[in-house]
């Protein structure tokens, strides 16, 4: 069973940056893929963001490509989201992800662990 914890969430005015941050447990994971997902109020969990259990692989969603770097450093087990140009639009819970292969996903039907999110707030 893997853990997850999710931090470094919070308010930050539009044009800021943040970074977001994923420590596993449980069980090692550096062979799997982890990703990144949010949901905004009212809407379903997106992609955001996954990266390969090497960390030599990653895949973006279209709306922060160019703007979000997900890395991994896997001797601390953890997950990063470095998030830049924020806009008001990335206001959402993010969520990290893990799934027991090192095939990289968009869906979330297709991860295995999920953490409880951190809250992540863009004002204009």
């Known amino acids: 069973q893997v853990q997850l914890v999710e931090s470094g969430g919070g308010l930050v005015q539009a044009g800021g940056s943040l970074r977001l941050s994923c420590a596993a447990s449980?069980?090692?994971?550096?062979?799997?893929?982890m990703g990144w997902f949010r949901q905004a109020p009212g809407k379903e969990r997106e992609f955001v963001a996954a990266?390969?259990?090497?960390?030599?692989?990653?895949l973006y969603a279209d709306s922060v490509e160019g703007r979000f770097t997900i890395s991994r450093d896997n001797t601390k087990n953890t997950m990063y989201l470095q998030m830049n140009s924020l806009k008001p639009e990335d206001t959402a819970v993010y969520y990290c992800?893990?799934?027991?292969?090192?095939?990289?996903?968009?869906?979330?039907?297709?991860?295995?662990?999920w953490g409880q999110g951190t809250q992540v707030t863009v004002s204009v």
């Open positions: 992800a893990s799934k027991d292969s090192d095939f990289l996903s968009r869906l979330l039907n297709r991860y295995n662990y």
């Open positions: 449980g069980r090692p994971g550096s062979g799997n893929v």
């Open positions: 990266i390969s259990g090497s960390g030599g692989r990653t």
